[in-house]
């Protein structure tokens, strides 16, 4: 059927060639007038090429003839991109080069032969015929489609132009036939490829920016757009910003790489007024010099005096919902992506020092932190008399008089333009006379502690150099990079005065054994030369010479890039650089294995209760310097303006310990590594390779993310003399419930979680109660860290049914037909009191007396007994595996007790008629909960027939 449809095809060409004495392959290409704009227009030009004079049209977009098709008798015709707004226009054929004289917003549009439009119709039927998927043959269809055509690039354009709304996936008609056509050009020579004129070009274009970015990357490649002049793109581009798409206009652009013809106003503002930051971020890419004119847009947009609604009026955005504080979130993202500094952005720079102004307010005198917050707030407000003036009022407004009259005094304020109550305080305070100057901010209040209580810096002060020039950082150089040297890093910033969408590197700090050096990062940048800089970081951290220790070491390594881009490559590249916060976790795993081991014996499954991370692990720096040091860190100047200078003297103190104490850290966690590793006889690292920073990994790319799973490597499964199950005590999170259930069926210990619990509270219930962590999926990787080697097991298996199974495997756990129903399903209790039919009828006579004057003869004989009696049963009563507790129950106030507990029985559940069945009655010490042996205790050991035991 297809090669005859085909044959038709060429026929059909054969002739339609002959009769209107045109040559086979040629095809037109029309510009409608449309300053008439009517369909009549189209129709009489139609007519005239056509030779016919029945015309008729069957669709239309919004009285603009756009992708119009035409029935002339038999035959269809399609008039594309047929633009209703244009002044002039011209008839040609499609492959003469275009006249440069023309008006540049006129379109060459093709009208390919009728029978190519019937093979498009057919196609794109089958195509949702077939779940909208193009199977073999419609490829193959499409193949020969593309190779026979008169001009493949026409065909594929009209084929795209028609089936790109309907679907643009991987699995489309028009993004498939693009990629027949690839492989089809890759397939001929040179010489014999179709050929591609500018005219493709410019209706590729034309088509191309309406779909989405995927496919016209497909266009882009197949029409070959990046070989043109792109001026010749630009009207299309600007009759979509007319149109409103602003973002198919913009990404366009940005695939073209358009950018330098045109201005960042005319293409951006619409996408900042519309929110669509993907779209900006992939236009800024590359582009230096866009990068900074957008930033310095945002930053008028920002401005007090900018109306957002006459913005929109302005270039054609009906509304939009963008806030001002959106527009800092985005211009700061910007600045971090693109490592911008917009220190000329006055809006922007004064917009984020208000916020931190509010958030220093917020921590003292809310929150009533530590911290020296007025030495902070002043460096939000240095630069800006506005917000000097908005600082004394809102310290006025908090209570704090006083520390508003001091900033006032500072700053110089004018009295008159002060708060009354301010003035009042100057006048009653005024300046010292004999110095004429304001006392000075106090430093932090310790808290209650001493001096003596904190970690003490073994070297004197003495030893403490502050480089500022590029004299002493050779020397510096010289001191530190000694072969097997060992150097502490460590970094501060300023968080206050940020004027980039980073934090200020302030100071770099390097100890060794014998010396401190504080690097003064403010300055040194623009003091040493780039190539000496280079040296530094390629000796210090991509040398096996010199060993580097930090802390959280990643952090700083990014902040000293972005301080210095030039030691980028060197800190990309680690080698003898260790982590210490890792390598701390490494070493308290091995000490609560020590400790696990320490009271076991060969069937135990218990660790000592004694090794609780949340006493032994220190949360910081601070808590690992007391570990292993003995005091913890003073971190009262952790918050300062390290940009101000010169540094105090605590200051100075606070910079170096925080350096210094990593050289006696890592020498006792070495130390205790390696003693720990000889009890356990197993290897240590005591030189860990360190992990991967985030900062470093590629920029992930515009398509859909793949998550990777993470291998899961449980431990190895228990050997030697099976368990019973009421040896294995674990603790199961929300997410296996049902498996939690079946194995309390089993006669196993297990705690389950309630939906409202988080994962790491396992962690806490194993830590407390001895009990091993059953989890699956990626909290295993949180879980496992946090308790001993072997108590955290991820199950693999998908069914409950399998799971169970799963489980009592690799613990080597046994169960026999005792242990069913062994625990009480309600609170997991194992310990019962045993009660016989007589004293259970004696209970219920006493407690509910009414349920036997009720009962008749018909329900009592409804009711078949689990057996006649306990010494017929087949799992004799007095080997069921409950502790015997004797009777022990008290009767009063019409309610059964538990003696000494005082538990009260749930009787209501009970059935009269089961107490004349010579049946035995549990009743659970825990709960009151009354358990007795009926039909569903044999389902259920037949549910579990398949884990009981049959050697017992």
């Known amino acids: 059927m297809l090669a005859l449809v085909v044959a038709c095809w060429l026929f059909a060409r054969q002739l339609i060639s002959l009769v209107s004495r045109r040559p086979l392959g040629a095809s037109h290409s029309v510009s409608m007038e449309t300053s008439s704009g009517s369909e009549n227009s189209i129709i009489s030009t139609v007519e005239e090429i056509c030779d016919t004079d029945t015309v008729q049209s069957v669709a239309r977009q919004q009285n603009n003839w756009e992708n119009a098709e035409y029935e002339i008798g ?132 034309s088509v191309g920016i309406e779909c989405s970015p995927t496919l016209f990357e497909l266009i882009r490649s197949v029409f070959e757009l990046c070989c043109e002049d792109p001026s010749i793109y630009v009207p299309y581009v600007r009759d979509a910003i007319r149109s409103g798409c602003f973002k198919e206009a913009a990404t366009c652009v940005a695939m073209l790489h358009m950018q330098p013809l045109f201005s960042v106003r005319e293409i951006l503002l619409p996408l900042v007024l519309i929110d669509r930051p993907a779209v900006i971020e992939r236009y800024l890419d590359g582009n230096k010099d866009v990068q900074k004119s957008f930033l310095q847009m945002v930053d008028d947009l920002c401005s007090s005096d900018t109306d957002l609604l006459e913005a929109c009026r302005s270039v054609g955005v009906t509304n939009t919902k963008v806030t001002k504080k959106q527009l800092h979130k985005m211009a700061g993202r910007i600045s971090q992506v693109y490592n911008l500094n917009f220190a000329n952005c006055r809006n922007l720079v004064m917009s984020k020092n208000e916020r931190l102004l509010r958030g220093f307010l917020f921590k003292k005198y809310v929150q009533k932190k530590p911290g020296n917050w007025n030495e902070l707030m002043e460096g939000c407000v240095r630069d800006s008399t506005e917000l000097q003036y908005q600082l004394v009022r809102e310290l006025v407004h908090h209570g704090d008089v006083a520390t508003a009259a001091q900033h006032a005094r500072t700053f110089g304020l004018v009295t008159s333009q002060l708060p009354s109550t301010v003035q009042s305080e100057l006048w009653r305070h ?116 010199v060993l580097t220790l930090g802390y959280a070491i990643g952090g700083d390594l990014e902040v000293l890039a972005l301080a210095c881009p030039c030691m980028r490559d060197a800190l990309t590249r680690p080698q003898r650089v260790i982590d210490l916060m890792p390598f701390a976790q490494t070493v308290e795993r091995l000490e609560l294995e020590v400790a696990r081991r320490a009271p076991m014996n060969n069937n135990s499954l218990h660790h000592s209760e004694a090794a609780n991370p949340d006493e032994t692990t220190g949360r910081g720096l601070s808590k690992l310097v007391q570990k292993y040091c003995g005091n913890p860190l003073d971190k009262s100047n952790q918050l300062s303006d390290w940009g101000r200078r010169p540094l105090r003297r605590d200051q100075i103190v606070y910079a170096a310990s925080d350096a210094y104490c990593l050289l006696d850290v890592y020498q006792a966690m070495k130390q205790q590594a390696l003693r720990l590793a000889a009890i356990l006889h197993v290897d240590v690292d005591v030189e860990p390779e360190m992990p991967l920073m985030k900062w470093v990994q590629p920029k992930r790319a515009n398509t859909f993310r793949i998550s990777q799973p993470k291998s899961i490597v449980n431990p190895p499964p228990l050997s030697g003399p099976p368990l019973n199950p009421r040896q294995l005590h674990v603790v199961v999170d929300s997410m296996l419930g049902g498996l939690g259930r079946q ?28 009990r091993i962590i059953l989890t699956a999926g990626n909290p295993f990787h949180a879980l496992c860290l946090q308790v001993p080697v072997g108590f955290c097991y991820c199950v693999m298996s998908g069914r409950a049914r399998d799971q169970v199974v799963e489980v009592l495997k690799h613990f080597n756990v046994r169960v026999t037909e005792r242990d069913i129903f062994s625990r009480c399903q309600v609170c997991n209790n194992d310990v019962y009191v045993r009660l016989a039919a007589t004293d259970m009828e004696t209970i219920l006579k006493l407690c509910h007396p009414d349920k036997f004057t009720q009962l008749d003869e018909s329900q009592a004989n409804s009711v078949e007994p689990w057996s006649d009696g306990p010494g017929d049963s087949s799992l004799p009563a007095d080997e069921i595996p409950v502790v015997w507790l004797g009777k022990g129950l008290t009767v009063r106030d019409g309610a059964a007790f538990i003696d000494p507990s005082g538990i009260r029985l749930v009787l209501d559940m009970v059935p009269i008629a089961m107490v004349g069945c010579g049946q035995w009655f549990f009743c659970c010490t825990k709960c009151g909960k009354v358990f007795w042996q009926g039909k569903h205790f044999q389902r259920v050991r037949e549910q579990f027939g398949h884990v009981i035991s049959q050697d017992t």
Request: hydrophobic share 40%; glycine share 4%.
């Open 743 to 770: 194995l309390q069926c089993c006669g196993v210990d297990v705690r389950v979680l309630s939906s409202s619990e988080d994962h790491s509270q396992a962690a806490k219930v194993s830590r407390k109660e001895n």
């Open 74 to 205: 038999q035959k269809t015709v399609y008039v594309i991109n047929a633009h209703d707004d244009e002044d002039d226009g011209w008839l040609g054929d499609h492959n003469d080069e275009i006249d440069e004289t023309c008006s540049p917003n006129v379109s060459c549009i093709p009208l390919p032969y009728f029978c190519e439009g019937e093979l498009i119709s057919d196609l794109k039927k089958r195509w949702l015929d077939g779940n909208r998927e193009v199977s073999d043959d419609q490829r193959a269809d499409l193949r020969a489609a593309i190779e026979t055509s008169c001009d493949p690039y026409d065909f594929l354009l009209v084929l795209v132009k028609r089936t790109y709304k309907m679907s643009q996936g991987v699995k489309s008609l028009s993004r498939v036939a693009m990629q027949e056509m690839q492989s089809w050009c890759k397939t001929l020579a040179a010489g014999e490829r179709p050929k591609l004129t500018v005219t493709h070009k410019l209706m590729a274009v």
């Open 430 to 545: 005024p300046k010292s006379p004999a110095t004429g100057q304001c006392r000075r901010f106090e430093s932090t209040s310790r808290s209650s502690m001493c001096a003596a209580d904190f970690y003490q810096l073994p070297l004197p002060f003495s030893s403490v150099f502050f480089i500022d020039n590029v004299c002493d950082f050779q020397l510096c150089m010289a001191a530190i990079l000694q072969p097997n040297s060992v150097v502490g890093v460590d970094s501060e910033w300023r968080p206050m005065v940020s004027r980039t969408g980073h934090m200020d590197l302030g100071l770099l700090q390097l100890a060794t054994q014998n010396a401190i050096f504080l690097l003064d990062m403010a300055a040194l940048p623009q003091l040493v030369p780039d190539a000496m800089f280079i040296e530094f970081a390629e000796r210090l951290f991509a040398s096996e010479e």
